[in-house]
């Protein structure tokens, strides 16, 4: 038996390619990598195909809400999340980190938002559930206003890094969500 796997990338529809939305640019990067086509759903842009990650195949699907602002993505995440799998542990969430170095990614299970507000929609509409993996995409920080910050566009170095050796580091990372799991049943 094949398990499944989620990936959701966290971002804002009307600001593409922002600091904000790099989630998204991190999922449209697998999608492109694993060639799994995203088209439009009820919920959002989502995909789904088996793939290899590492030595295991596993059904993964890929998923970006429809709603234009991530605060509020929570409920269409958690639509998608009951509708491909059980365990929350097969649900990976990538988003935005002001907190963490650019082009740094800090993987994790379980925990707080952070203040982050997308994240706090996800756990909210999952009914409080934080035992899902999270993805934070380090994008720094300056010492200007935060809002603005997270809302401007990323470099085109940070763009071609999230689309080819940061993107490695994601494929890694889910390989061992994969291992830990023991997805591969």
Same mark, same amino acid.
């Given at each position: 038996?094949?398990?499944?796997?989620?990936?959701?990338?966290?971002? #804002?529809?009307?600001?593409?390619?922002?600091?904000? =939305?790099?989630?998204?640019?991190?999922?449209?990067?697998?999608?492109?990598?694993?060639?799994?086509?995203?088209?439009?759903?009820?919920?959002?842009?989502?995909?789904?195909?088996?793939?290899?990650?590492?030595?295991?195949?596993?059904?993964?699907?890929?998923?970006?809400?429809?709603?234009?602002?991530?605060?509020?993505?929570?409920? =269409?995440?958690?639509?998608?999340?009951?509708?491909?799998?059980? #365990?929350?542990?097969?649900?990976?969430?990538?988003?935005?980190?002001?907190?963490?170095? =650019?082009?740094?990614?800090?993987?994790?299970?379980?925990?707080?938002?952070? +203040?982050?507000?997308?994240?706090?929609?996800?756990?909210?509409?999952?009914? +409080?559930?934080?035992?899902?993996?999270?993805?934070?995409? +380090?994008?720094?920080?300056?010492?200007?206003?935060?809002?603005?910050?997270?809302?401007?566009?990323?470099?085109?170095?940070?763009?071609?890094?999230?689309?080819?050796?940061?993107?490695?580091?994601?494929?890694?990372?889910?390989?061992?969500?994969?291992?830990?799991?023991?997805?591969?049943?």
């Amino acid at each position: 038996m094949v398990s499944p796997l989620l990936v959701v990338g966290l971002g #804002n529809l009307p600001y593409p390619l922002t600091r904000h =939305s790099v989630g998204h640019l991190v999922l449209d990067a697998l999608a492109l990598r694993l060639g799994i086509r995203l088209s439009p759903d009820r919920h959002g842009y989502s995909g789904q195909g088996l793939v290899n990650i590492g030595e295991t195949t596993v059904s993964l699907t890929l998923f970006k809400s429809i709603e234009s602002l991530m605060n509020i993505s929570g409920p =269409s995440i958690a639509a998608t999340y009951r509708k491909n799998v059980t #365990n929350p542990k097969s649900l990976v969430v990538i988003t935005d980190s002001l907190m963490h170095q =650019s082009e740094k990614l800090s993987a994790k299970i379980g925990g707080s938002a952070n +203040g982050h507000n997308g994240m706090k929609s996800v756990i909210a509409a999952l009914g +409080g559930e934080t035992e899902f993996y999270r993805f934070r995409i +380090g994008i720094g920080r300056n010492d200007g206003d935060a809002a603005a910050y997270v809302l401007s566009k990323l470099s085109s170095h940070e763009r071609r890094f999230w689309a080819d050796e940061g993107l490695d580091l994601i494929l890694a990372e889910l390989e061992n969500v994969v291992r830990r799991n023991d997805l591969h049943q």
